[in-house]
């Protein structure tokens, strides 16, 4: 939660401040991520730069809050880390779809669901539930919410309708919410 | 809304929580999400599963060389200005948005003009005071968070909501400009039959295959029924997809054109069961026919 009188302090603060604070405090979630989606070290090293850069360039009034700033940092990775995976596979014979299509990116939460930044014990609960769930259902998740397919692209992909990929999802995620929902 | 006005979006929640949305079908849930409780309810708590999984990655971590790669490159663009103050003293209640750096939020009327610009038919213009409603409902929830700024929860709140209205303004011109301005965008209108003569749609396709239906001044459907859209195919009607309208009349769908139907073809809208069915049964509410 914001508090008013650390956001007035922290406004008079130089950006380099705010930048190094930042840095220190989500570097490793950053870098995690890219290396997760990408399986490459100069990459994330890459990914993990641009994504602070970014930062910096257009989202300054993001870096006196921690938790808002997490979620863009994180999103923004997903995305670049996206791209950089789609950027290295080779042209997809199918035809149906363009080449090098923009990522879609995450929703942005609303005024009620100011996102937090999770605990290392929880966040590896989700991960060891996640490895825990029914292939099907992972591989869905890994796919659209890590490779960015669409549910159109992951119906196509996994050769099954679009209601089953639809419904191993929402499956796998409802099962995921158990874990947070139940600490 | 009805359960039957929530069937065709079933299951979309999670879908959109997780990224596997395209920004067509974005746009046409978030307009569902505006007249649909439960499945606001289901992409909150589905959201908190998401936002988890991007911290859910194992554990690394980086050369520390990249902290001074990251310092280095970055002091360098960094402006001079100081960072932004969200001060409680310069939020003020009424129209004006909470203190903040000035969101370039062009005015609705600029952005609807340049819309009329760019779609010279006016294809959009029903679609429009859509955006613009829901646009106008954030300012709405902002300027009554703003009336009552007793806590820093508040200042929070209204701050994510800017943000929010923000990216809808922008998110959503976005893809309706995309989705009228893509290079080889066809479209056949639908137009009211005698059963909802206020009626009208229009079917928009590209090459690769994508293609959506916008309808507007639909008349309410009885309790467990849906609108169905037919394609017309060699050998009879085939069905394109299900929807239910909002409250205002409004409807959008991604349309599933199967292979063997080659656009343009006659469309038709009926009001049909909200299972759907195999083969039209009711009433003929829209009709469009390519020209010849
Ligand atoms: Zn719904």
Same mark, same amino acid.
């Given at each position: 939660?914001?508090? /008013?009188?650390?956001? *007035?302090?922290?406004?008079?603060?130089?950006?380099?401040?705010?930048?190094?604070?930042?840095?220190?405090?989500?570097?490793?979630?950053?870098?995690? /991520?890219?290396? $997760?989606?990408?399986?490459?070290?100069?990459?994330? #090293?890459?990914?993990?730069?641009?994504?602070?850069? !970014?930062?910096?360039?257009? *989202?300054?009034?993001?870096? %006196?809050?921690?938790?808002?700033?997490?979620?863009?940092?994180?999103?923004? @990775?997903?995305?670049?880390?996206?791209?950089?995976?789609?950027?290295?596979?080779?042209?997809?014979?199918?035809?149906?779809?363009?080449?090098?299509?923009?990522?879609?990116?995450?929703?942005?939460?609303?005024?009620?669901?100011?996102? %937090?930044? $999770?605990?290392?014990?929880?966040?590896?609960?989700?991960?060891?539930?996640?490895?825990?769930?029914?292939?099907?259902?992972?591989?869905?998740?890994?796919?659209?919410?890590?490779?960015?397919?669409?549910?159109?692209?992951?119906?196509?992909?996994?050769?099954?309708?679009?209601?089953?990929?639809?419904?191993?999802?929402?499956?796998?995620?409802?099962?995921?919410?158990?874990?947070? %929902?139940?600490? | 809304?009805?359960?039957?006005?929530?069937?065709?979006?079933?299951?979309?929640?999670?879908? &959109?929580?997780?990224?596997?949305?395209?920004?067509?079908?974005?746009?046409?849930?978030?307009?569902?999400?505006?007249?649909?409780?439960?499945?606001?309810?289901?992409?909150?708590?589905?959201?908190?599963?998401?936002?988890?999984?991007?911290?859910? =990655?194992?554990?690394?971590?980086?050369?520390?060389?990249?902290?001074?790669?990251?310092?280095?490159? @970055?002091? !360098?663009?960094?402006?001079?200005?100081?960072?932004?103050? &969200?001060?409680?003293?310069?939020?003020?209640?009424?129209?004006?948005?909470?203190?903040?750096?000035?969101?370039?939020?062009?005015?609705?009327?600029?952005?609807?003009?340049?819309?009329?610009?760019?779609?010279?038919?006016?294809?959009?213009?029903?679609?429009?005071?859509?955006?613009?409603?829901?646009?106008?409902?954030?300012? !709405?929830?902002?300027?009554?968070?703003?009336?009552?700024?007793?806590?820093?929860?508040? /200042?929070?709140?209204?701050? *994510?909501?800017?943000?929010?209205?923000? +990216?809808? #303004? @922008? +998110?959503?011109?976005?893809?309706?400009?995309?989705?009228?301005? @893509?290079?080889?965008?066809?479209?056949?209108?639908?137009?009211?039959?005698?059963?909802?003569? !206020?009626?009208?749609?229009?079917?928009?396709?590209?090459?690769?295959?994508?293609? %959506?239906?916008?309808?507007?001044?639909?008349?309410?459907?009885?309790?467990?029924?849906?609108?169905?859209?037919? /394609?017309?195919?060699?050998?009879?009607?085939?069905? =394109?997809?299900?929807?239910?309208?909002?409250?205002?009349?409004?409807?959008?769908?991604?349309?599933?054109?199967?292979?063997?139907?080659?656009?343009?073809?006659?469309?038709?809208?009926?009001? *049909?069961?909200?299972?759907?069915?195999?083969?039209?049964?009711?009433?003929?509410?829209?009709?469009?026919?390519?020209?010849?």
């Amino acid at each position: 939660m914001v508090d /008013l009188d650390t956001l *007035e302090h922290v406004a008079d603060s130089d950006p380099s401040t705010l930048l190094a604070e930042a840095y220190d405090r989500h570097h490793q979630a950053v870098f995690s /991520l890219a290396m $997760m989606i990408v399986q490459n070290q100069d990459d994330a #090293e890459a990914i993990t730069l641009e994504v602070f850069s !970014r930062a910096v360039r257009e *989202e300054q009034n993001r870096l %006196t809050r921690h938790d808002s700033l997490a979620y863009w940092l994180l999103r923004t @990775t997903r995305n670049q880390a996206i791209d950089k995976i789609r950027s290295k596979q080779p042209t997809p014979d199918s035809g149906s779809q363009p080449t090098h299509q923009a990522v879609v990116d995450l929703p942005i939460p609303a005024a009620d669901l100011e996102p %937090t930044v $999770m605990l290392e014990e929880s966040a590896s609960k989700l991960r060891a539930k996640l490895n825990d769930l029914p292939q099907s259902q992972q591989e869905a998740i890994r796919l659209c919410y890590f490779e960015g397919l669409t549910q159109t692209q992951l119906a196509e992909r996994l050769g099954e309708p679009r209601s089953i990929v639809k419904s191993r999802v929402r499956s796998g995620l409802l099962t995921l919410l158990e874990t947070l %929902t139940h600490e | 809304m009805s359960k039957s006005g929530h069937e065709p979006f079933d299951g979309l929640a999670a879908l &959109y929580a997780a990224g596997a949305l395209n920004k067509r079908e974005q746009v046409i849930f978030r307009a569902h999400l505006e007249v649909c409780r439960g499945c606001v309810q289901e992409v909150k708590s589905l959201l908190q599963v998401t936002q988890g999984l991007l911290q859910a =990655a194992i554990p690394v971590v980086p050369a520390t060389s990249l902290r001074n790669r990251v310092l280095n490159s @970055t002091t !360098r663009t960094i402006p001079h200005a100081k960072a932004p103050a &969200y001060r409680k003293s310069k939020i003020k209640t009424g129209q004006q948005t909470a203190a903040g750096p000035p969101r370039q939020r062009p005015q609705p009327t600029i952005w609807i003009a340049t819309l009329f610009v760019i779609v010279t038919a006016g294809i959009a213009a029903w679609y429009i005071p859509k955006l613009d409603h829901q646009i106008s409902s954030l300012q !709405r929830q902002l300027v009554e968070l703003q009336s009552d700024l007793d806590s820093s929860t508040r /200042l929070t709140q209204i701050l *994510e909501l800017e943000i929010a209205a923000a +990216d809808l #303004e @922008t +998110d959503e011109l976005r893809a309706v400009l995309s989705l009228l301005t @893509t290079q080889n965008v066809q479209q056949l209108a639908l137009t009211g039959q005698p059963r909802a003569p !206020r009626a009208s749609a229009v079917v928009f396709w590209t090459d690769s295959g994508d293609s %959506t239906l916008l309808a507007s001044g639909l008349p309410p459907l009885p309790i467990g029924d849906l609108y169905q859209l037919w /394609l017309g195919g060699l050998d009879g009607p085939i069905s =394109a997809g299900l929807m239910a309208p909002d409250e205002d009349g409004y409807a959008a769908i991604s349309l599933t054109v199967p292979d063997s139907v080659t656009m343009p073809v006659a469309m038709a809208i009926t009001v *049909e069961p909200a299972s759907g069915v195999t083969m039209p049964t009711g009433d003929i509410y829209l009709l469009g026919q390519p020209t010849p």
